[in-house]
């Protein structure tokens, strides 16, 4: 059940990027989708779409790699000192 959920949490992100890389191949295109009056507001909604989706998949590696200690030394977090 866990693993189905952890899908579930990467899938959402996922299709938001894909739909960010569709949108921003029409605006290529200079093909019109919906409800979206403007090519430039079509571009800049995929571009956003394809940066928070990405992001947060990368985010997600990133957390897990460091839990699991295998990042680089650059993206290990610092432990906070004592006094």
Partial sequence: MVRMLAFLVLLIPGLMAAGGIKLIRDTIFGKLIGPIPFLW???????????????????????????????????????????
Avoid at 43 to 55: A, C, E, S, W
Avoid at 61 to 82: I, M, S
């Fill in 41 to 83: 507001l079509q571009l800049l909604i995929g571009i956003v779409l394809l940066v928070i989706g990405f992001g947060f998949f990368a985010g997600f590696l990133l957390h897990r790699d460091r839990k699991n200690g295998k990042v680089q030394a650059k993206f290990a977090k610092e432990k906070p000192k004592k006094l």
